[in-house]
């Protein structure tokens, strides 16, 4: 089956800058995660849709970042303006619904580097 | 908030040694734990994972165990092999129901290095 497609694979920004990554999560997946992962750190819940609602995003810089699933299927996630402490690799990741411990899926990864 | 502790962060080990991976949740609501193995430049990929009817769940050599009282899990490898070199992430699964939304939180990670 297919997986989660994220692009770009690799972004290099200026500070003061935006950028969109785009996430197609596996079909059917309800929902969706994305994950924040500062080198030589865990992945950090950055936003949560299920399908295109949002049910959890304490975690989100929403002064800066912003986030949609229009559709219920597709997402993409921005950042306006970038700063310095940006730079990470974003990972998209969707499960079925979490009614019984269902596996998630990962993407490569967008790796931003801020500039 | 809830969270999800690892210990250690690093840990080097002889080619054949065991490994040793600990983790400890705060949401009494979580009843599934999945561990992740992350090498370099790679998505994290599942690699074992236990639900909270269960102690112990074992595949080949990679082993999990979970004490859902003291609210901890561990991986545990056997003769470990320099392929095991990578990243471990847990973590801890709040499941979807009437009344909350489905939460998965994850440790740290923990770079696990095998010598030869």
């Known amino acids: 089956e297919a997986g989660v497609a994220q692009s770009p694979r690799y972004k290099i920004i200026e500070k003061r800058q935006s950028v969109a990554f785009w996430c197609n999560p596996i079909?059917?997946?309800?929902?969706l995660y994305w994950y924040q992962q500062i080198l030589g750190q865990g992945p950090k819940l950055l936003i949560q849709f299920q399908n295109n609602g949002v049910v959890d995003d304490s975690q989100l810089p929403k002064d800066r970042f912003s986030a949609e699933r229009l559709k219920g299927v597709d997402s993409t996630l921005k950042i306006q303006p970038a700063k310095l402490e940006d730079s990470a690799v974003y990972l998209c990741?969707?499960?079925?619904?979490?009614?019984?411990?269902?596996?998630?899926?990962f993407g490569q990864g967008t790796r931003l580097t801020v500039v | 908030g809830e969270n999800v502790e690892q210990h250690p962060s690093t840990l080097s080990v002889q080619e054949g040694d065991s490994a040793v991976i600990k983790c400890t949740y705060s949401?009494?609501?979580?009843?599934?734990f999945p561990w992740y193995k992350q090498e370099l430049g790679k998505r994290p990929q599942l690699i074992i994972d236990i639900r909270s009817n269960v102690g112990e769940k074992k595949d080949q050599r990679i082993a999990v165990t979970l004490n859902k009282t003291a609210k901890h899990f561990s991986l545990h490898i056997t003769e470990t092999q320099p392929e095991d070199s990578a990243v471990y992430f847990c973590?801890?699964?709040?499941?979807?129901?009437?009344?909350?939304?489905?939460?998965?939180?994850f440790g740290a990670g923990t770079q696990v290095v095998v010598t030869p």
């Open positions: 949401d009494s609501a979580s009843n599934y």
């Open positions: 973590a801890a699964l709040r499941p979807l129901t009437t009344d909350s939304w489905g939460k998965l939180q």
């Open positions: 990741a969707s499960s079925l619904p979490q009614t019984v411990n269902t596996e998630a899926f």
């Open positions: 079909s059917g997946h309800a929902t």
